[in-house]
């Protein structure tokens, strides 16, 4: 197993979490809207001495690159810069809505729906959501996303034959999302926050795939500037990236 440290900052929480061979996962994860970059750093210092480790000694660090919250995304992916490049690791990117799809499928609440697709849909502000589709690929592995990540108006959401939605978006603009769809109440989980567990879980997978990049090739994920990256273009930053190291 890679020891990974993971960070995310793409929302109102702060977290880190730090995975060490086949120990359970040493995390610091609190809400803390502006307080995150007074507190990444020494979160970071701390999960290290909890685990006597340091951060040379690492395989690798997975960072969130979004979508999100523009300055948080923005001080995750700083932060990483600096301390990868002082060490000389490579890093390893993770969208947070499939770190979002992946903490989704260990809740209780999904386990006992059991969908077969679902929507991760989190607010992105000035009226709009980020959302994408997924499918689910058993119980022992990570989510498949099926679509594009997407940049719309919450009416515009597509839940066509979506068994679950989940997201920040919910809480949002509820009344927004369900114009031409309706889900149960149960099959609707709103409280589910970005975490740096999720994060791991995917760079844990990303890892295996040898997906880790230079840090020189590291960038946040904007959305609003260009509505998703194709398949094509995913292959080949991470093509750039494996073969720029």
């Known amino acids: ?12 929480w702060c977290s880190v979490a730090l995975s060490l061979d086949h120990q359970d996962p040493i995390l610091r994860h609190e809400e803390v809207s502006a307080g995150a970059s007074r507190l990444l750093l020494p979160w970071i210092d701390e999960v290290l001495a909890q685990a006597n480790q340091s951060l040379a000694s690492l395989d690798a660090i997975a960072i969130g690159i979004g979508p999100g919250a523009f300055t948080g995304v923005r001080l995750g ?13 490579p890093v390893i990117p993770v969208v947070s ?6 903490q989704l499928t260990k809740s209780v609440q999904f386990k006992d729906h059991d969908p077969q697709h679902f929507v991760v849909a989190i607010d992105a502000r000035m009226e709009e959501i980020y959302w994408a589709k997924y499918r ?11 679509s594009e990540i997407q940049l719309s108006k919450p009416e ?10 989940a997201g920040s ?13 309706s889900l149960p109440a149960q099959a609707c989980d709103g409280d589910i926050a970005i ?3 999720g994060i791991l879980d995917y760079a844990k997978q990303l890892w295996a795939e040898g997906k880790q990049i230079p840090v020189t090739k590291l960038e946040p994920l904007y959305i609003r500037n260009k509505v998703a990256l194709t398949t094509a273009e995913r292959e080949a930053i991470f093509s750039q990236g494996v073969n720029g190291g």
């Open 156 to 165: 515009d959401i597509d839940l066509d034959q979506v068994d679950y939605l």
């Open 195 to 197: 975490s740096a567990l």
């Open 97 to 102: 809505l499939d770190a979002i799809a992946a």
């Open 136 to 146: 689910s690929n058993g119980m022992d592995c990570l989510p498949i996303r099926i």
């Open 1 to 12: 197993m890679p020891q990974l440290l993971a960070i995310d900052t793409s929302s109102a």
């Open 77 to 89: 992916v700083a932060a990483v810069q600096g301390l990868a490049l002082s060490t000389d690791l």
């Open 169 to 181: 978006a919910l809480k949002a603009y509820e009344s927004r999302l369900f114009g031409r769809y």
